[in-house]
């Protein structure tokens, strides 16, 4: 794509969220193919921005209640080209406009959810570009383009697009308070425990990316560290001395979950133990586990249940 391709504007003027924000911090990225009806129910190819004259919107209070803004996903940009992605959000495709369709002041760190739904069908993408880099989603609400993560204070420019090339799509850009953190909730597990097995029921996900871990993690579990995460653990397990066992998490109803278990023989990572399930099948020292539940690509948070029963 030529330089002056991406430096063509898109027809429309950005809307403005300004978000006045006071308040302490709190993908699978895939290449999702489109389905026939959303390429059907597709417009012409447009350089998409938000509507001429869209307005202002402004929070001057602390953010309580999501915000929203509509626009036209879309444009003539190959955002693979565009943008690079960082951390857990560095998976950049779709096709985008050369300029943002909104642009987000946020005035003070908190936790907060970006999202972009589509009005009708269609496969959208999304580039965020703000003070820590550039984040960039597929796929965070079924094929809506999300991140929720810790904004610090700053300006974000807010890119929508379509995963396919030549299609242009109605949606919403709403930003809402990030949900909160799970409870860290605890255990202690002798040889012949009942009931067998011992679950937990929790929530995956969150702004802390495996890249941390990874440097960190044991081989051949180092290249496993995928996917978002709480800050903290939402299981401590306290486990005797046992020969091995099998520890899984598992979604409620649908998703792609990741682990990272932090314990006496080090950082164990995982991303597909069981289909899209992570897990360990291994002899685990005694001692206490701190295990973290992530999704692949920052996806939306995620109910699950953690298990763990004796071989």
Same mark, same amino acid.
């Given at each position: 794509?030529?330089?002056k391709?991406?430096l063509?504007?898109s027809?429309?003027?950005?809307? &403005?969220?300004?978000?006045?924000?006071?308040?302490?911090?709190?993908?699978?990225?895939?290449?999702?193919?489109e389905?026939?009806g959303?390429?059907?129910a597709?417009?012409p190819?447009?350089?998409?921005?938000?509507?001429?004259?869209?307005?202002? &919107?402004?929070v001057?209070?602390?953010?309580?209640?999501?915000?929203?803004?509509?626009g036209?996903a879309g +444009?003539?940009?190959?955002? /693979?080209? =565009?943008?690079t992605?960082?951390?857990? #959000?560095?998976h950049?495709?779709?096709?985008?406009?050369?300029?943002?369709?909104?642009?987000?002041?946020?005035?003070?760190?908190?936790?907060?959810t970006f999202?972009?739904?589509?009005?009708?069908?269609?496969?959208?993408?999304?580039a965020?570009?703000?003070?820590a880099?550039?984040?960039c989603n597929?796929?965070?609400?079924?094929?809506?383009?999300g991140?929720?993560?810790?904004?610090?204070?700053?300006t #974000?420019?807010?890119?929508?697009? %379509? #995963?396919?090339?030549g299609?242009?799509?109605? #949606?919403?850009?709403?930003v /809402?308070?990030?949900?909160?953190?799970? *409870?860290?909730?605890?255990?202690?597990? *002798?040889?012949?425990?009942?009931?067998?097995?011992?679950?937990?029921?929790s929530?995956?996900?969150?702004?802390r990316?495996?890249?941390?871990w990874?440097?960190?993690?044991?081989?051949?579990?180092?290249?496993?560290?995928?996917g978002?995460?709480p800050?903290?653990?939402?299981?401590?397990?306290?486990?005797?001395?046992f020969? $091995?066992?099998?520890i899984? =998490?598992?979604?409620?109803? $649908?998703?792609?979950?990741?682990?990272?278990?932090?314990?006496? +023989?080090?950082?164990w990572?995982?991303?597909?133990? *069981?289909?899209?399930?992570?897990?360990?099948?291994?002899?685990?020292?005694?001692?206490?586990?701190?295990?973290?539940?992530?999704?692949?690509?920052?996806? $939306?948070? %995620?109910?699950?249940?953690?298990?763990?029963?004796e071989?």
């Open positions: 794509m030529s330089f391709s991406i063509r504007r027809a429309g003027a950005a809307g &403005l969220l300004a978000i006045g924000v006071a308040g302490a911090a709190c993908d699978r990225g895939g290449d999702t193919t389905t026939a959303a390429e059907q597709a417009a190819a447009a350089e998409a921005a938000a509507p001429a004259g869209a307005p202002a &919107l402004a001057a209070a602390d953010l309580a209640a999501p915000v929203t803004a509509s036209t +444009g003539p940009v190959n955002a /693979r080209e =565009a943008h992605g960082t951390g857990a #959000y560095s950049c495709v779709g096709w985008m406009p050369a300029e943002p369709q909104h642009t987000v002041e946020v005035a003070a760190e908190q936790a907060l999202v972009a739904n589509v009005d009708g069908h269609g496969d959208l993408t999304m965020i570009v703000g003070p880099g550039t984040w597929d796929d965070f609400e079924g094929l809506d383009p991140i929720a993560d810790t904004y610090a204070a700053g #974000y420019r807010i890119f929508v697009g %379509t #995963y396919s090339e299609n242009s799509f109605p #949606y919403t850009f709403t /809402r308070p990030a949900p909160a953190a799970p *409870e860290t909730q605890t255990g202690s597990l *002798e040889p012949g425990f009942l009931p067998d097995p011992f679950t937990q029921e929530i995956a996900g969150g702004p990316s495996a890249s941390e990874a440097p960190r993690a044991v081989e051949p579990h180092n290249v496993q560290c995928r978002t995460y800050t903290e653990p939402q299981h401590v397990l306290t486990l005797g001395e020969g $091995s066992l099998k899984t =998490a598992s979604p409620t109803t $649908s998703g792609d979950l990741t682990m990272v278990i932090e314990g006496p +023989g080090g950082v990572c995982n991303d597909d133990f *069981e289909g899209l399930d992570p897990g360990f099948d291994t002899a685990f020292p005694a001692g206490e586990y701190r295990i973290f539940v992530g999704n692949f690509g920052g996806g $939306s948070p %995620t109910p699950y249940t953690l298990s763990v029963t071989l």
